[in-house]
């Protein structure tokens, strides 16, 4: 066993190294997914999947992960995400189809789910006052520093050696987190006073539904909104959310539906849901802008984003500051007015040709960049602190998983306005058969005649636009929503303190 002085620091190490892994893993896919098109012969649709299903399984299980964590122990049930997400990493790396690749990516969210849902009490449990506060910090900006960062990773991997290492990294990194994990971390479970109950079939009725009413989304442009598979899928998620609704009147289960009558809250879970929509939900159709349109690598892409990632990382450095002065209503509004910016200068650069198109480009990320680096910080304060003392954790976990099902929710959703104004763009001419619509919706210009190459890139152009005026119209929905937050936690323009050292205690 350690000693108790390194246990601290082992138990940093392996939980910041478990929230690079499942933080990276949501944002590196995108600069591989051209390539990930071609190596398995998939389209639009399936490709969006291997986003998706890891961001939708990891945002539905978070909270059920979390009371198992608090029943077996928070190390026990870290260990077996960790376990769990290296292999699914193998299969992803190995996986000779998409659809094998999509119920890896779907296991590997799960993992995650596991992974994350303790790390905040395992470092609450070796540290105490400032350190722990300390501690959380530094953890959070370590993994958002990886998820600013995926794009280039990824782009490195792919270009140098295949996308499939993008997954396979994980492996190595994986076994030795685990090996840390079962040797160096101590062990914790919750008082017994504040264990949840674990709600299986909430669980399962939450994550039917949320796959029941994504899969239109991703299939409507293709099949057809009118197709019977289509409506049936709409038909069964809105019966499960439903029952899902029915099934939480107790209180005691995997949600507390109490908290959505806090006006601050349930303002501060649904700007946390837009905000993921508007920025990771948009990403992936803004690399596949960039490689097909401007015909760059993996690599090129990835060092083109830089101005988005950094701006993030640098923005993050001062928003601190900026809590002490202003309120969380005004410091959201302004984040959501800068993404606003950022994505009609994206499509303005869609149209713009040379330097005055790259420079529009640079700007309108580093808007972006800085509008994701403004909004987060207030929201976790408003959405923590506006809750009773008894459900903060619970407000936390559930505020936590609104943002991948806000990442899948966008991929899916500018998915179908993607695939509805290409469609629309190409036309019905000669030539325009469905594997061409196949190669221009996943950015495979250069499989086309020729001939047919103009107007590809023209129709994925005016696609790329609308899909960024539509995101824009969804930030202006999150400046005016901003000030459902008026009146609550932080009004003054400070986060309580009440509601940092609870998020720092609940997984």
């Given at each position: 066993?350690p000693?108790?002085r390194?246990?601290?620091?082992?138990?940093?190490a392996l939980v910041?190294?478990?929230?690079v892994?499942?933080?990276?893993?949501?944002?590196?896919?995108n600069?591989?997914?051209?390539?990930?098109?071609?190596d398995?012969?998939?389209g639009l649709?399936?490709?969006?999947w291997?986003v998706?299903a890891?961001?939708l399984?990891?945002?539905a299980?978070?909270l059920?992960?979390?009371?198992?964590?608090d029943?077996?122990?928070r190390?026990t049930?870290?260990t077996a995400g960790m376990?769990?997400?290296?292999?699914a990493?193998?299969?992803?790396?190995l996986?000779?189809?998409a659809?094998?690749l999509?119920a890896?990516?779907a296991?590997q969210g799960?993992g995650?789910?596991?992974?994350?849902?303790?790390?905040?009490?395992?470092l609450a449990a070796v540290?105490?006052g400032?350190r722990?506060q300390?501690?959380?910090?530094?953890?959070a900006a370590?993994?958002?520093?990886?998820?600013?960062l995926g794009p280039?990773v990824?782009?490195?991997?792919v270009?140098?050696l295949?996308?499939?290492?993008?997954?396979?990294?994980?492996?190595?990194i994986g076994?030795?987190?685990?090996?840390?994990a079962l040797?160096r971390m101590?062990?914790s479970?919750a008082?017994?006073?504040?264990r949840?109950?674990?709600?299986l079939?909430?669980a399962?009725?939450?994550?039917?539904?949320?796959?029941?009413l994504?899969?239109p989304?991703?299939t409507g442009?293709?099949?057809g909104?009118?197709?019977p598979e289509v409506?049936?899928?709409a038909?069964?998620g809105?019966?499960?959310a439903?029952?899902?609704?029915?099934s939480?009147?107790?209180?005691?289960?995997l949600?507390?539906?109490?908290?959505?009558?806090?006006?601050?809250?349930?303002?501060?879970?649904v700007?946390?849901?837009l905000a993921?929509?508007t920025?990771?939900g948009v990403l992936?159709?803004v690399t596949?802008?960039?490689?097909?349109t401007?015909a760059y690598?993996?690599?090129?892409v990835g060092?083109h984003?830089?101005?988005?990632?950094?701006?993030?990382?640098v923005a993050?450095?001062f928003v601190?500051?900026?809590?002490r002065?202003?309120?969380?209503?005004?410091?959201?509004?302004?984040g959501?007015?800068a993404?606003?910016?950022g994505l009609t200068?994206?499509?303005?650069?869609g149209?713009?040709?040379g330097?005055?198109?790259?420079?529009?480009?640079v700007?309108?990320l580093?808007l972006?960049?800085?509008?994701?680096a403004?909004?987060?910080p207030?929201l976790?304060g408003?959405?923590?602190?506006?809750a009773p003392?008894?459900?903060?954790?619970?407000a936390?976990?559930?505020t936590?998983?609104?943002?991948p099902?806000g990442?899948?929710?966008?991929?899916?959703?500018?998915?179908a306005?993607?695939s509805?104004r290409l469609?629309?763009?190409?036309?019905?001419?000669p030539g325009?058969?469905?594997?061409?619509?196949e190669?221009?919706e996943?950015?495979r210009l250069e499989l086309?005649?020729?001939?047919?190459?103009p107007?590809?890139?023209?129709?994925?152009?005016?696609?790329?636009?609308?899909?960024?005026?539509a995101?824009?119209?969804?930030?202006?929905l999150?400046v005016?929503?901003a000030?459902?937050?008026?009146?609550?936690?932080?009004?003054?323009?400070?986060?309580p303190?009440r509601s940092?050292t609870r998020?720092?205690?609940?997984?």
């Amino acid at each position: 066993m350690p000693s108790r002085r390194r246990t601290p620091r082992w138990t940093f190490a392996l939980v910041s190294a478990g929230g690079v892994m499942m933080t990276l893993d949501v944002t590196v896919v995108n600069v591989a997914l051209s390539d990930i098109a071609r190596d398995v012969d998939a389209g639009l649709g399936r490709v969006q999947w291997t986003v998706s299903a890891y961001s939708l399984a990891f945002g539905a299980l978070l909270l059920t992960a979390g009371a198992l964590s608090d029943r077996v122990g928070r190390r026990t049930v870290f260990t077996a995400g960790m376990a769990l997400f290296t292999l699914a990493s193998a299969a992803c790396g190995l996986a000779p189809d998409a659809g094998t690749l999509i119920a890896a990516r779907a296991a590997q969210g799960l993992g995650g789910a596991m992974v994350f849902a303790p790390t905040l009490a395992l470092l609450a449990a070796v540290y105490e006052g400032a350190r722990r506060q300390a501690a959380i910090a530094a953890f959070a900006a370590i993994a958002s520093a990886a998820g600013a960062l995926g794009p280039i990773v990824g782009g490195l991997f792919v270009q140098v050696l295949g996308w499939r290492w993008i997954f396979l990294v994980n492996v190595p990194i994986g076994i030795l987190v685990v090996a840390g994990a079962l040797t160096r971390m101590p062990d914790s479970l919750a008082p017994r006073g504040d264990r949840r109950r674990l709600d299986l079939t909430g669980a399962g009725l939450g994550v039917g539904a949320l796959l029941a009413l994504h899969y239109p989304l991703v299939t409507g442009p293709e099949s057809g909104w009118a197709a019977p598979e289509v409506l049936v899928s709409a038909a069964v998620g809105v019966l499960l959310a439903a029952a899902l609704v029915a099934s939480q009147r107790r209180g005691d289960g995997l949600l507390d539906m109490t908290l959505l009558r806090v006006r601050a809250f349930s303002g501060a879970a649904v700007l946390g849901f837009l905000a993921r929509l508007t920025s990771l939900g948009v990403l992936a159709f803004v690399t596949l802008w960039l490689q097909s349109t401007h015909a760059y690598s993996p690599l090129e892409v990835g060092l083109h984003l830089l101005p988005l990632t950094g701006s993030l990382l640098v923005a993050g450095l001062f928003v601190a500051r900026l809590q002490r002065v202003f309120p969380p209503d005004q410091l959201v509004a302004a984040g959501f007015a800068a993404q606003g910016l950022g994505l009609t200068g994206l499509a303005l650069a869609g149209t713009v040709a040379g330097g005055t198109g790259r420079a529009v480009t640079v700007l309108a990320l580093v808007l972006l960049g800085i509008g994701g680096a403004v909004i987060f910080p207030p929201l976790m304060g408003i959405a923590v602190g506006s809750a009773p003392a008894d459900r903060a954790g619970m407000a936390s976990g559930l505020t936590n998983a609104c943002y991948p099902l806000g990442t899948a929710t966008g991929v899916a959703v500018f998915g179908a306005v993607f695939s509805a104004r290409l469609s629309d763009g190409l036309g019905t001419g000669p030539g325009i058969t469905a594997p061409v619509r196949e190669a221009v919706e996943t950015g495979r210009l250069e499989l086309l005649d020729p001939a047919l190459q103009p107007l590809a890139r023209t129709a994925f152009s005016g696609a790329f636009t609308t899909v960024c005026l539509a995101s824009a119209l969804v930030c202006l929905l999150g400046v005016l929503a901003a000030r459902t937050l008026r009146g609550g936690p932080g009004a003054a323009g400070k986060t309580p303190r009440r509601s940092r050292t609870r998020v720092a205690q609940t997984s």
